[in-house]
């Protein structure tokens, strides 16, 4: 990539990768995964969120699996893209993926809670902390059961992380996009706090 200080030439790649990142994270794959197989409207059902976990609560397994796997993909594909130009427009393809997953075009901006994209964006800048981050993630998951909670301790553990390994870019990012999951979060916490936040797997 050109000289990231010289703007009159990187702000077109920078602004190329964020919009490329978020039109490839806009992709619902949950919704679409569910309506091809036979499930009906994701968002019609559970909490109506497009992610993994809600898909979980049709009980189709294979289907919530999958759907982890393409939201996390499409997010660690959109920085692998754009990591050919330089790690900052690596960092805006990142935002970009993210933000696109939690506010969709295709379906009226209303996406889902971006976990399975924040790790795969991880594992994508970062394949260590990125495997830290999944291991947070899985760990807080065998031992509470709840989705939700897994991935505020995930996602809270990953700038600590990038700090460890001395990025400081990428752990700039990672409490940008920690910061936003909190927030989209925040029925959940108050779930949480309640004591009523289901467990992975409740209908």
């Given at each position: ?21 978020y ?41 919530a ?50 976990i ?29 059961r ?13 700038p ?9 870019q ?34």
């Open positions: 990539m050109p000289d990231p200080m010289d703007w009159g030439v990187s702000l077109p790649y920078l602004m190329m990768a964020l919009a490329g990142g039109l490839l994270g806009s992709i619902p794959f949950g919704l679409v995964l569910a309506r091809l197989a036979g499930l009906g409207d994701i968002r019609q059902i559970g909490s109506g969120n497009i992610g993994a976990t809600n898909v979980l609560r049709t009980g189709n397994k294979k289907v699996a999958l759907t982890l796997l393409l939201d996390g993909a499409k997010g660690a594909v959109a920085v692998v893209i754009a990591t050919r130009w330089g790690a900052d427009v690596a960092v805006c393809a990142a935002f970009g993926a993210f933000i696109g997953h939690l506010f969709p075009l295709w379906i009226g901006f209303r996406g889902g809670k971006g399975a994209t924040f790790l795969g964006i991880m594992l994508a800048l970062d394949l260590y902390v990125g495997l830290m981050a999944c291991g947070m993630w899985l760990v807080a998951a065998l031992v509470t709840i989705s939700s909670l897994s991935a505020l301790v995930a996602t809270a553990f990953t600590f992380f990038f700090w460890l390994f001395e990025l400081p990428l752990m700039e990012l990672s409490l940008i996009l920690a910061a936003i999951a909190w927030l989209k979060h925040h029925e959940n916490i108050r779930r949480l706090l309640d004591g009523t936040e289901p467990k992975i797997g409740a209908g």
